[in-house]
């Protein structure tokens, strides 16, 4: 991934800090840009729908400190749960054995991996490294 497909204008970045914390900012803004969107993983990650963030079937919210709620279960802000949650191409070195667990324990509760993010249905799989390597 190009540093270009990560830099957001500095008050976008600001504007980020102050609504999702300053860890989450750069993971978050980039959904605001059609041009920024090919970092971003939005099959088996975050997406956003209209005004609203969703990974499977359940709506995200973003507290002032970049910690995720999803379902009424709050996940601690990380880098690598934010690389995880949204990029294509993760940076591994920045994810945790925590941070995979997390993240599985997200993919389940949302069936963000299953496809048409039901229950009980087959697995969505996928040729991109993420699947390759985190998800299978």
């Known amino acids: 991934m190009s540093n270009s497909d990560l830099r957001v204008e500095p008050d976008v970045l600001d504007y980020g800090a102050m609504n999702v914390g300053a860890l989450a900012s750069p993971y978050v803004s980039p959904y605001l840009y059609e041009s920024k969107k090919r970092s971003l993983d939005t099959v088996y990650g975050i997406r956003r729908e209209g005004d609203v963030f ?3 079937d359940s709506q995200v919210g973003v507290d002032r400190d970049g910690n995720i709620h999803i379902n009424n279960v709050d996940f601690p802000a990380t880098k690598g749960l934010w690389e995880l949650l949204t990029r294509k191409r993760v940076d591994i070195k920045s994810v945790s054995t925590s941070d995979i667990k997390q ?6 509760m949302t069936n963000a991996h299953l496809e048409g993010y039901k229950p009980r249905a087959n697995i969505r799989t996928s040729k991109g490294v993420k699947y390759k390597e985190i998800i299978s």
């Open 54 to 56: 969703m990974i499977g």
């Open 103 to 108: 993240y599985k324990t997200i993919l389940e």
